[in-house]
């Protein structure tokens, strides 16, 4: 780190396999349209059934996807951070910025050759220090573009200086969507939290976070506009343990699904 702290540099590496499994051919037991959901459990027939041609076996023989047998996977990464949060673990005000650099290439071993780059920024703000002690605005924007011959598995895969972000859709994307919902080559999302703290006794804090995320991906970077973005809301429970360990729950709705759970330890940013 350098500036007293508030830039730093981060290096790493990523060494990893793959291992793809299509379903083509593959026999499972079926229900019979007709006699296989009767009152008589006895009675109801399943029926071998063989599965045929996946849309991920499709779209390898079309060629539009890159890693269908699976593979090693071998990183370089660097990434650049700027930091001036008064608090890491639930800041009240601040800036964090970071842009991170992966880099897959044969002469490491990797089967894939491509680059990928992530841009975040995160802005805490109190409006009113004077009236209410804990009363944050936080919201991050991130956008992700992948390069090259990538698997299409690796499109998830977002390297954070201080943590690993997997697709749109999910706890630290688009709550309120499935895991991974959303994949592609460029993703760009945000999230929007108010963090009001409404009680308080000894060794616990408690707030309330209503939420709004957003985001969408595209084929290519070049494509990337401000129309048709998915978009998902909520509300949560923060719960400060001795100030750094953060507990909550979040409950977030979509068009697609609603009231969806999360529970997990630490801020989402």
Same mark, same amino acid.
């Given at each position: 780190?350098?500036?007293?702290? $508030?830039?730093?540099?981060?290096?790493?590496?990523?060494?990893?396999?793959? /291992?793809?499994?299509?379903?083509?051919?593959? #026999?499972?037991?079926?229900?019979?349209?007709?006699?296989?959901?009767?009152?008589i459990?006895?009675?109801?027939?399943?029926? *071998?059934?063989?599965?045929?041609?996946?849309?991920?076996?499709?779209?390898?023989?079309?060629?539009? #996807?890159?890693?269908?047998?699976?593979?090693? $996977?071998?990183?370089?990464?660097? +990434?650049?951070?700027?930091?001036?949060?008064? !608090?890491?673990?639930?800041?009240?005000?601040?800036v964090?910025?970071?842009v991170?650099? =992966?880099?897959?290439?044969?002469? $490491?071993?990797?089967?894939?050759?491509?680059?990928?780059?992530?841009?975040?920024?995160?802005?805490f703000?109190?409006?009113?220090?004077?009236? !209410?002690?804990?009363?944050?605005?936080?919201?991050?924007?991130?956008?992700?573009?992948?390069?090259?011959?990538?698997?299409?598995? =690796?499109?998830?895969?977002m390297?954070?200086?201080?943590? /690993?972000?997997?697709?749109?859709?999910?706890?630290?994307?688009l709550?309120?969507?499935?895991?991974?919902?959303? &994949?592609? *080559?460029a993703?760009?999302?945000?999230?929007?939290?108010?963090?009001?703290? !409404?009680? =308080?006794?000894? +060794?616990?804090?408690?707030?309330?976070? *209503?939420? !709004?995320?957003?985001?969408?991906?595209?084929?290519?970077? =070049?494509?990337?506009?401000?129309?048709?973005?998915?978009?998902?809301?909520?509300? +949560?429970l923060? #719960?400060?343990?001795?100030?750094?360990?953060? #507990?909550?729950?979040? &409950?977030?709705?979509?068009?697609?699904?609603? +009231?969806?759970?999360?529970m997990?330890?630490?801020?989402?940013?």
């Amino acid at each position: 780190s350098f500036f007293d702290g $508030i830039m730093r540099a981060v290096f790493g590496t990523r060494l990893s396999k793959a /291992n793809v499994k299509p379903y083509d051919g593959q #026999i499972f037991e079926a229900k019979d349209p007709y006699y296989g959901n009767t009152d008589i459990a006895f009675m109801n027939v399943n029926v *071998p059934t063989v599965q045929g041609t996946t849309k991920l076996t499709e779209d390898a023989e079309a060629k539009k #996807i890159s890693g269908y047998n699976g593979g090693y $996977i071998n990183l370089l990464r660097f +990434g650049l951070v700027y930091d001036t949060r008064d !608090f890491e673990p639930d800041p009240n005000k601040g800036v964090f910025a970071e842009v991170t650099h =992966e880099r897959a290439e044969k002469a $490491i071993g990797s089967d894939f050759q491509y680059n990928k780059m992530f841009y975040s920024v995160r802005v805490f703000y109190s409006p009113f220090p004077k009236v !209410f002690e804990k009363f944050v605005l936080a919201g991050k924007l991130s956008f992700v573009n992948t390069k090259g011959n990538a698997p299409f598995f =690796e499109y998830r895969n977002m390297w954070g200086t201080e943590t /690993n972000i997997s697709g749109l859709g999910g706890r630290t994307t688009l709550r309120g969507y499935m895991q991974d919902r959303f &994949v592609g *080559p460029a993703m760009g999302f945000g999230n929007l939290e108010v963090r009001w703290k !409404f009680y =308080e006794v000894p +060794g616990f804090a408690f707030n309330l976070v *209503p939420f !709004f995320d957003f985001g969408r991906v595209w084929d290519r970077a =070049e494509n990337a506009s401000l129309k048709d973005y998915k978009y998902s809301a909520g509300v +949560g429970l923060r #719960i400060a343990w001795n100030q750094s360990t953060i #507990i909550y729950v979040d &409950v977030a709705s979509s068009r697609e699904n609603s +009231g969806q759970v999360y529970m997990n330890f630490n801020h989402i940013f």
